[in-house]
């Protein structure tokens, strides 16, 4: 045989091979999907009603284990895989379920994903705004926990979010994650426990405020997440609303900007915590540091932490600034704003919120 018919023979014989494992994975391709489809649809199951029980804060994986050990489901990876691309994953509920081995794949995970009617949930409002003291007093009035309690937890307990690995421990610091929990309306379970409802509101902002785009304009900003949730704050308690939110949000950006005449933020709000929070706190005898640190009237830049809870609009406005000329701004008791670009304006203007605050029987601002 010459060596070019031996060499022909190999390579029929490679395509051969090569065509025959192709089709050997197509067939176990299709073969598989048939039976993913047949799982996932759950028609060839048995017909049965089975009970199990969901442990409290079982993962996907543990949930698909108490299928699978029940019966309900036969191959607990692809539930796995299947409540991955539901986005179903974190929303199992806890308790006693009946389920039939017979029910698709999407029939379970409606059922799972529903409150039991026997648990008992408490719903909670936290309005935008809401220091983590406030919010405190929201969960005790509810029966949830005590304002200390969630304070302690604040300051002193773990969690696991990512994104908490960019916030200070300073001692400093009234409440060590005030600005991060997400004002919102929640809704828990009576058996809740603070660690519980503050992993909830620390998932929310994580959800809410700390997106990706977010993230890509917070690189640009120069500012740090801990900075941003303080600005935030701080827009949230000086402007009256949505609309003037992004033009206190110049005033302060203006002030902080380099060369500025006025580098200092000098926010009332800032007062008022200091007042209504930090003394109270310290039995009217707060360090020396912890006053300095607050303080933005004798010191530039940022206080050290977060004075309140803010809800998205601050903190947009806070990374999306109208293009102003003004340093200082002054509220009428009808929440109007007067901006001004120079101190001698803002005098003038605090002499008009004084005239429309008389005409309401207050002396002063």
Request: with cysteine.
């Amino acid at each position: 045989m010459s060596k070019r018919k031996n060499k022909g023979h190999i390579v029929r014989n490679i395509f051969i091979a090569l065509l025959v494992v192709v089709l050997i994975t197509v067939i176990l391709f299709t073969v598989t999907l048939a039976l993913v489809k047949r799982e996932i649809k759950g028609n060839v199951r048995e017909d049965k009603n089975i009970t199990i029980t969901i442990p409290k804060g079982a993962s996907t994986s543990r949930v698909a284990s108490v299928l699978s050990e029940n019966g309900i489901i036969g191959n607990d990876i692809v539930f796995r895989l299947y409540s991955k691309y539901s986005e179903s994953d974190g929303k199992y509920q806890y308790g006693e379920f009946t389920l039939s081995p017979a029910m698709s794949y999407p029939q379970i995970v409606d059922r799972l994903t529903q409150i039991n009617d026997y648990q008992k949930t408490i719903k909670v409002t936290f309005p935008e705004g809401y220091n983590a003291f406030q919010m405190g007093e929201v969960l005790e009035k509810q029966g949830i926990c005590t304002k200390n309690e969630f304070i302690d937890a604040l300051n002193t307990h773990s969690f696991s979010q990512d994104f908490l690995k960019e916030i200070s421990d300073d001692s400093k610091k009234l409440v060590k994650y005030e600005g991060f929990l997400f004002p919102d309306t929640y809704e828990f379970f009576e058996d809740v426990t603070v660690d519980e409802v503050i992993n909830t509101m620390f998932n929310n902002f994580e959800k809410k405020v700390y997106t990706e785009e977010n993230k890509r304009l917070l690189e640009k900003s120069n500012y740090t997440l801990e900075e941003w949730a303080i600005f935030a704050s701080i827009i949230q308690k000086e402007a009256a609303n949505v609309e003037e939110m992004y033009n206190v949000s110049s005033v302060f950006t203006n002030r902080m900007k380099e060369n500025s005449g006025y580098p200092r933020l000098e926010s009332c709000t800032t007062n008022n915590y200091y007042f209504d929070y930090i003394m109270p706190f310290y039995n009217n005898n707060p360090p020396k540091d912890v006053v300095d640190a607050y303080d933005t009237y004798s010191k530039n830049g940022f206080p050290i932490g977060a004075i309140a809870n803010a809800g998205i609009d601050a903190f947009d406005a806070a990374l999306k600034p109208n293009d102003t000329p003004y340093y200082f701004f002054v509220t009428d008791i009808e929440y109007t704003h007067y901006y001004g670009k120079t101190y001698e304006e803002h005098l003038r203007n605090i002499e008009k919120a004084k005239a429309v605050n008389k005409t309401y029987g207050k002396i002063g601002l």
